[in-house]
């Protein structure tokens, strides 16, 4: 993935990148300044050429090539400013086709032209070639260009750079390395970009050493040269870690690390969902919970997360971590959220939750309702999951939510169709509670029946605590009819007495 991911950036950049050198080469190919003396770089001296002359014949036809490159256009855009008016600007219109004729006239006459005019030609038709897509020609031109003597250094640094990005554009990593190492050596100051570049060459090459060092190096110089390096290089870096770890060159505990750190450059520069995954992807390998958690709320927050599996995983965290009112919001917030689904086969569209009304995702959802002690959102949640199940304990706890809230009727109904499920986790126990809500109708009756149904488990503490309930009921139940009969008899007394008064 990591490499996939690799190459398309690579190209996108190496083209970018190309076409700079390539303009920038443009701009100075009739009039180059004059550069004369030395430089020392790396320990080594450098003479640079003087500048040269074109012979008045090719500096005629140059004027005219860049004439037809730089031509332009009238074009009507819309106003952005006024509404349904129209404005003029220029766009460029390259006139390739004069320009290709007059190359094509240099071209035929270039035994009799000076090795720099030949140059420069050949620095003409490389873009020429570029520009239409045509690399290998593009890179036949360029290597026509280095071959002449009496190129100048701007004219030799551009095509070595820009050749060695079409060797890589066309995969021959080992030659596209050898130009850009070649490119280093001949100027005066190499760029973090270049570094990047050849980075990106050693990665696809699988040299992965070679690829760290120099993304290492990218970035450092980036920002001593004092901007912000670009989002893709600590990508590469990234990824440079991951395949060391993989061939244990280094450590999973150090790739990990390093990791970490360019993933939290990564959310904080250029936040995308990508980057907040893989940051607390990184965080649960290295088991810190709790900054896996707070990655994927931050990630929730910034309204990133758009598939079922994000908002379970966070929410399940956020129980672990005892938030079960943010795991009930998140979870929420993932049923109300929609998004689009294209059937492949039909091509049809559909919109649909992003989190489901399945059991499953019900159950947790009113697991962390009740955890946060919100039974009264709990039981509807709860009641759809039951409803769902094929077993009868999502029942028997819908019961027991109902005798927390001493609805007691609702309890009986829902544990007894829990009962009648053939697969429930513990009957003796759901026997229990049903008993209790008979017991607080003063139904002893119903409740002492429930009782010895459930004193018949085997587990002894179930045994016990139902025993306890049948004398508690028995006990009830001659408290309240003795109630009753002292009732009846205080109403007897006190109608006997007005008979007797009246």
Not at 124 to 144: C, H, I, K, T, V
Not at 281 to 287: E, K, P, S, V
Request: hydrophobic share 40%.
């Amino acid at each position: 993935m990591f490499k996939t991911i690799s190459r398309n950036i690579f190209v996108l950049f190496v083209f970018s990148f190309a076409l700079s050198a390539i303009d920038i080469s443009a701009q100075n190919r009739a009039d180059e300044p004059s550069v004369g003396g030395s430089s020392k770089k790396a320990g080594k001296t450098r003479t640079y050429k003087k500048a040269r002359v074109l012979q008045n014949s090719t500096a005629k036809k140059v004027v005219k090539i860049v004439e037809a490159l730089e031509r332009q256009k009238i074009v009507k855009v819309p106003d952005p400013e006024n509404k349904g008016k129209f404005i003029e600007k220029e766009e460029d219109d390259p006139d390739w086709a004069t320009a290709k004729s007059i190359l094509t006239e240099l071209l035929n006459n270039r035994a009799e032209m000076k090795s720099y005019d030949r140059s420069v030609m050949w620095n003409y038709w490389g873009y020429l070639y570029f520009s239409d897509e045509d690399y290998d020609q593009a890179m036949y031109a360029y290597e026509q260009l280095l071959k002449e003597p009496e190129a100048t250094v701007p004219l030799r640094t551009a095509s070595l750079l820009t050749l060695a990005q079409l060797n890589l554009v066309k995969e021959r990593w080992d030659k596209g390395i050898d130009l850009i190492l070649q490119w280093m050596d001949e100027v005066e100051t190499v760029t973090a970009q270049s570094y990047y570049l050849l980075a990106s060459a050693y990665f696809q090459k699988t040299d992965y050493v070679r690829a760290r060092s120099n993304m290492e190096e990218a970035i450092r110089l980036a920002e001593e040269e004092g901007y912000r390096p670009k989002e893709n290089w600590y990508v590469l870096l990234a990824a440079c870690f991951s395949e060391l770890k993989d061939k244990k060159i280094i450590s999973a505990q150090f790739a990990l690390e390093q990791q970490v750190g360019i993933y939290e450059i990564l959310v904080n520069y250029y936040p995308k969902k990508m980057y907040f995954l893989q940051l607390g992807g990184t965080y649960q390998q290295m088991d810190r919970e709790e900054d896996y958690m707070l990655t994927l709320k931050a990630a929730f927050d910034k309204d990133f997360l758009d598939k079922e599996g994000e908002y379970l995983a966070l929410a399940q965290l956020l129980l672990i971590k005892k938030n079960p009112y943010w795991a009930a919001q998140v979870l929420v917030a993932g049923q109300d959220k929609k998004v689009t689904i294209k059937d492949e086969d039909t091509g049809e569209e559909e919109i649909v939750a992003v989190v489901k009304d399945k059991e499953k995702t019900l159950k947790l959802l009113a697991d962390a309702w009740r955890m946060a002690q919100e039974i009264d959102m709990a039981i509807p949640v709860l009641e759809k999951a039951a409803k769902m199940s094929k077993d009868g304990d999502t029942y028997v706890l819908l019961g027991n939510l109902y005798l927390f809230e001493d609805r007691m009727e609702d309890s009986i109904r829902a544990i007894e169709a829990g009962l009648k499920k053939s697969k429930v986790k513990s009957r003796s126990q759901a026997l229990l509670v049903l008993g209790q809500a008979h017991f607080e109708l003063q139904n002893f009756e119903e409740a002492k029946k429930q009782f010895r149904a459930a004193a018949r488990d085997e587990n002894k503490r179930i045994k016990k605590t139902a025993n306890s309930w049948i004398k508690y009921a028995e006990n009830e139940e001659v408290r309240v009819k003795n109630l009753a009969l002292r009732r009846d008899f205080i109403q007897q007394s006190q109608a006997k007495s007005k008979e007797k008064n009246s």
